[in-house]
């Protein structure tokens, strides 16, 4: 599929080999504009809008409390959560759905210090990317403020992170996919070298899960956190996943013990005592218009085949990278991240000085992108519902918009 | 209002007058039951289903991501948070949405925990109920075992709370109303107690809130949390919300310091730097969604007059007891809870040896009730949209269920 071509024809050839195209049908996006911003928030599955009116009037406004139950409400964390298993590559019973991706983080590093620290008082150390997304830096840095004061954060540069594995390293914490220049780790290394040296790892899936295949059991990854709202589609501030693998979930304890992570929370037993599984890692009822936002996007996210996914990820991508160096290096765009597919997520920034008049100019062409100041333009190229001409389109009103600029 | 009539007509002749009797018609609720259980699960307001469907199609489908500020969804945790404020009698910039009842309080017992020690290293005591929502207590228990060792969590008698305020009281974690019999507790007298105590004090609004008026700022109340989904009819697992008093906001501290608890969350600066404000609190994205549903019962529950609600919540609970007292006794159904309107909430629990069957029957005959094993039936009075008739009608349907099962 290593067609670079300057000929919107050959494009438009792709898209109609293309075996995702019909997925872009299950999403309700408007036709006049291409979000390349669904990487940040990816749009309404057709089903959405309906099944929400549905789940108010058919269920909450029938049966009220009782829908917990009769409609298996209850349920949704988990049964949210191995759907997103299946996507991950984990096992049933392994992933649950609750709060949000930052909280969730809170909630896996305190258990994994603490599992830690079970194995070696020596273990302290919570190793992490200094580029990392920051609020999984802020979250690390409130757990080793808040509640375990021996436990420091250990900021270096991602490619050093192999050489910090020493013997007081507690857990490592890695995003999978980089949010900016969408550099993609390589997880089976890393957590097979974190492993060797004794410690924990959690990977951030927020930017890969939904594009990049993950193998979460298989490559034996310890914890995992992920946004519901990027490429799994799950609406505005979706709640996130936890994965705990089997392996750690009978001893693994999370310090927000409240009633939902309880092993019979409807007894109201006295003192606390957590669900076998990974229900502990929940504590109060989920926000269930959310969860039922998520699992409609989690379902349709479900449909496509990973590997065509992936496939069509790194067409999109490598198109992309191509048309930009061909036609916009002359006007000082710079194409940032990994020049290798293997190493690149499903995103691609670009550099330019006047980045934030240049996204204006595209939107007002129908074409939205987002800015990272000062001079980054990133471009989500979910494969679901991006087309290979929405690339050539871009680039090319990116030309001409330059052209005119200059 | 103290008309405890065998008649149906003399109800009837309440309703026809209830400055409260247009409210019911904001609320989507089947004719044919009556929802006691409202307590757990308040009803949709009308304009719910249609405000999501709208969220979708017109704001999420339209301008994605960039909705957030164009529909000021970023600013919407702290504008309900407000509008909350308006029901609990706290001014603007104290009260924020967030997740949920159970993780906002281990926010605020975590915050005031240090904030105590902070003052004296001898505060390590959380004082609470010993019959306080079990979640509460796991909350509590949690931050204890997992966030500071020296923390110890006491549980005392209701009614020996002001006897145990020594000089270790960190915090003092209460439920305004009790969520089995309603118990409601003085809340001026209690946080004047513990003040002059040197202790912060920390309320559970859930079953209170929207039913029994608060004077958060005037009682000078320290901490607050409370619950969306029950009287303020925010949806099934609505996010929860937190109040802290201006007076303690500047210091407080929180340790789930995700991006959106940053000054400047867009900024993406590499160290955590709390806002000055409410929004401290927050940690990660909002569920939209369901923080959208929210909104919409606040605003619904917003619109009664605070002084209506409570005089229709004793004239109702009143009746209830009365005629449960009439026509129940001899079946050996005995009314639980405060005999003093002032001491009670907005609901009332039977204790019937059958409770489960009778629940049963009742729910055949269109009054669903809930039942608190292994005895108690739980009938939440609603002022918003629970009718006089609605209770003469359910004693009734019990006299005679009871009748035929005797």
Redo the contacts between chains.
């Keep these: 599929m290593k067609v670079h071509s300057a000929h919107r024809r050959d494009l438009q050839n792709l898209d109609d080999v293309d075996p995702l195209s019909g997925m872009r049908d299950l999403f309700?996006?408007?036709k006049d504009h291409v979000?390349f911003?669904?990487n940040?928030?990816g749009?309404?599955p057709r089903s959405?809008?309906s099944r929400?009116?549905s789940v108010?009037?058919d269920q909450?406004?029938?049966d009220?409390?009782?829908?917990?139950w009769k409609y298996e409400?209850l349920n949704l964390p988990r049964a949210v959560g191995d759907r997103i298993g299946g996507i991950i590559g984990a096992a049933a019973g392994q992933v649950v759905v609750a709060?949000?991706?930052?909280?969730n983080?809170?909630k896996l590093l305190?258990g994994a210090v603490?599992a830690a620290s079970a194995r070696s008082q020596a273990r302290t150390v919570i190793l992490t990317d200094?580029d990392n997304f920051?609020?999984d830096?802020?979250?690390a840095?409130?757990?080793a403020?808040?509640?375990r004061p021996e436990t420091t954060v250990r900021r270096v540069p991602t490619d050093s992170i192999v050489d910090h594995l020493g013997d007081d390293v507690a857990v490592v914490l890695l995003s999978h996919v980089d949010y900016r220049f969408g550099r993609l780790l390589p997880m089976r290394e890393i957590t097979a070298r974190a492993h060797a040296a004794g410690a924990l790892v959690l990977w951030d899936l927020s930017h890969s899960a939904g594009v990049v295949p993950i193998d979460a059991d298989d490559i034996g990854i310890d914890l995992a956190v992920g946004c519901g709202?990027k490429y799994l589609n799950g609406?505005?501030?979706?709640?996130?996943y936890m994965y705990v693998s089997s392996r750690l979930l009978t001893d693994f304890?999370q310090?927000?013990?409240?009633?939902?992570g309880?092993a019979e929370p409807f007894d109201?037993?006295?003192?606390?005592r957590p669900d076998p599984g990974i229900a502990r890692l929940t504590?109060?009822?989920?926000?269930?218009?959310?969860?039922?936002?998520l699992d409609e996007g989690v379902s349709v996210t479900s449909r496509a085949d990973p590997r065509d996914v992936r496939a069509k990820s790194i067409a999109l991508t490598e198109q992309f990278i191509a048309l930009a160096r061909t036609r916009l290096a002359r006007f000082g765009v710079e194409v940032t991240g990994p020049t290798a597919a293997a190493e690149r997520g499903s995103h691609v920034s670009l550099r330019y000085e006047s980045a934030p008049r240049l996204a204006g100019e595209l939107a007002s062409r129908g074409f939205?992108v987002?800015v990272r100041p000062p001079d980054l333009l990133r471009f989500g190229l979910a494969p679901l519902y991006i087309r290979y001409v929405d690339v050539f389109d871009c680039v090319e009103a990116m030309e001409q918009l330059l052209d005119h600029i200059a």
Tied chains: 1, 2.
């Excluded at 009220?64 to 917990?68: D, F, L, P, Y």
């Excluded at 609406?235 to 996130?240: L, N, V, W």
């Excluded at 504590?283 to 936002?293: E, K, M, Q, R, Y």
């Design positions: 309700d996006m408007r979000f911003n669904g940040s928030l749009p309404p959405t809008g929400l009116q108010v009037r909450w406004r029938i009220m409390n009782a829908s917990w409400w709060e949000s991706t930052s909280v983080l809170f305190c603490r200094h920051p609020s830096l802020y979250i840095d409130g757990v403020r808040h509640f709202y609406g505005p501030g979706a709640p996130g304890e310090p927000v013990t409240g009633w939902l309880h109201f037993e006295a003192d606390y504590t109060g009822c989920p926000p269930l218009l959310s969860l039922i936002a939205d987002e």
